[in-house]
């Protein structure tokens, strides 16, 4: 191999690790209890989320002020509660991944 295919290939293991890491994390917060990544649940998908805010600057830190406060009527009837068990440094860090998707 090519040292361009190396570092490409190496490039794509540590993303595809970061973001397994991260949907882990969603998982242990018990934010796929209502979101999937794909599709609607409860909640929407993280990627609807993502193609929503996208561009703009704002977005992540917007979402960790969603995820900690709660939101109401911005994607329909239901509201999405506080989530007083994800402390700061992982709600930044799942509003950094939604924004990836």
Do not use: R
Not at 38 to 67: M, N, R, S, T
Not at 86 to 95: F, P, T
């Amino acid at each position: 191999m090519n040292k361009i295919t190396l570092i490409a290939a190496a490039a794509l293991i540590s993303l595809s690790g970061s973001a397994f890491a991260s949907q882990q994390l969603a998982q242990s917060k018990a934010c796929m209890s209502c979101h999937q990544v794909a599709k609607k649940v409860v909640g929407p998908a993280f990627q609807d989320v993502a193609k929503k805010y996208k561009g703009d600057a704002q977005a992540e830190a917007h979402l960790v002020g969603v995820i900690k406060n709660g939101s109401k009527g911005v994607w329909g009837a239901v509201p999405m509660a506080k989530q007083p068990q994800v402390n700061d440094a992982d709600a930044a860090a799942l509003a950094k991944w939604i924004m990836s998707l």
